[in-house]
């Protein structure tokens, strides 16, 4: 529902939410993992009947008070994710039969501590990702969550995410392959993006290079993850964001490089498609050698670099100089 009224008059609250970003911090190779999403979460909080006169909303000339937390007002996330993260910390627990911490350290440094050795869950507002070891592990932690959600009184949406546990998933719009180690963007993704660029392009052409900011910012959202799978892509949405700035509605104007960019966005090679989830190890031979007066150095049997030593270095020992 519309709330934009209300929300003129509410104290924005700053939300961190963990994001794809965090699955390298999360995975390790040859994980499983599953997914899955929360059914109406929104409305599983109440508002305080004494506060639900600010939310009324008209209906056809009938008036109706809001009981549950809308889709429409700008906390509703912000307090949603103060929820969840209850049984998230609770999940994260590596022993939730005791979650009471130390008493000679606080609870908020003691979750920070122990975050990542209780279960490996990711959440971003209703979805949810786990990862597990190994395939039953995995599904023994499906069935805790099962259970927690059942006491919470939360549903998991039926067709939304992936039960199963898997080594190949889609989540967030980014698919994940913790078998060989990748992230890659889905094709059929792709597709869709090179249509709306194509459409805008065209758009532009026949309205003077004007465009309306919600067509952009549809583009923008579509690929918003895309460069986990390919790093060239956030190269390519700089001048749109540029362009189209604070706006949230009317029209823009195309620049050249907009276009160029779009133009991108209607061919992307397959071949850039795919990144390694975790950052690979990088290696490198130098193989270094000395004499009485100069040195020699050879970095991975094609650079090579030489110099003299001064005379101060020509006092040293020869194992000195080498290193």
């Known amino acids: 529902c519309d709330l934009r009224p209300l929300n003129k008059y509410c104290v924005r609250k700053r939300l961190k939410m963990e994001t794809l970003l965090g699955v390298k911090h999360l995975t390790r190779k040859g994980d499983y993992m599953f997914s899955f999403d929360l059914q109406d979460g929104f409305y599983a909080l109440g508002i305080n009947p004494a506060d639900r006169?600010?939310?009324?909303?008209?209906?056809?000339?009938?008036?109706?008070?809001?009981?549950?937390?809308?889709?429409?007002?700008?906390?509703?996330?912000?307090?949603?994710?103060?929820?969840?993260?209850?049984?998230?910390?609770?999940?994260?627990?590596?022993?939730?039969?005791a979650p009471t911490p130390p008493t000679n350290i606080s609870s908020k440094t003691y979750l920070r501590r122990t975050r990542w050795r209780g279960a490996r869950i990711l959440p971003y507002v209703d979805d949810f990702l786990l990862f597990a070891s190994?395939?039953?592990?995995?599904?023994?932690?499906?069935?805790?969550?099962?259970?927690?959600?059942?006491?919470?009184?939360?549903?998991?949406?039926?067709?939304?995410?992936?039960?199963?546990?898997?080594?190949?998933?889609?989540?967030?719009?980014?698919?994940?392959?913790?078998?060989?180690?990748?992230?890659?963007?889905?094709?059929?993704?792709?597709?869709?993006?090179?249509?709306?660029?194509?459409h805008l392009i065209g758009r532009a052409t026949r309205n003077a290079r004007w465009l309306p900011?919600?067509?952009?910012?549809?583009?923008?959202?579509?690929?918003?993850?895309?460069?986990?799978?390919?790093?060239?892509?956030?190269?390519?949405?700089?001048?749109?964001?540029?362009?189209?700035?604070?706006?949230?509605?009317?029209?823009?104007?195309?620049?050249?490089?907009?276009?160029?960019?779009?133009?991108?966005?209607?061919?992307?090679?397959?071949?850039?498609?795919?990144?390694?989830?975790?950052?690979?190890v990088e290696k490198a031979y130098l193989h270094t050698d000395s004499s009485g007066y100069g040195w020699g150095a050879v970095l991975n049997k094609h650079v090579e670099a030489r110099g003299f030593l001064s005379k101060e270095d020509e006092q040293q020992h020869i194992t000195w100089k080498e290193l």
């Not at 006169?53 to 937390?69: E, S």
């Open 134 to 198: 190994t395939e039953a592990e995995a599904l023994t932690l499906r069935h805790r969550l099962s259970q927690l959600l059942d006491r919470l009184g939360l549903l998991r949406h039926p067709t939304k995410g992936f039960w199963t546990p898997a080594q190949v998933g889609h989540h967030l719009g980014i698919d994940i392959d913790t078998a060989s180690g990748y992230f890659y963007a889905p094709e059929q993704k792709l597709h869709k993006i090179a249509q709306q660029a194509r």
């Open 213 to 280: 900011v919600k067509d952009l910012q549809s583009l923008a959202g579509q690929a918003q993850y895309l460069f986990l799978a390919i790093p060239a892509a956030r190269f390519f949405f700089r001048e749109l964001h540029s362009v189209v700035g604070e706006k949230w509605g009317g029209l823009v104007r195309l620049t050249p490089q907009l276009r160029r960019d779009l133009q991108w966005w209607t061919e992307v090679p397959s071949q850039s498609n795919g990144k390694p989830i975790h950052k690979p």
């Open 53 to 97: 006169n600010y939310f009324t909303v008209n209906v056809r000339g009938q008036l109706y008070r809001l009981a549950g937390l809308p889709m429409g007002w700008s906390l509703s996330p912000f307090y949603f994710c103060k929820m969840t993260l209850t049984f998230v910390n609770f999940l994260r627990n590596p022993d939730p039969e």
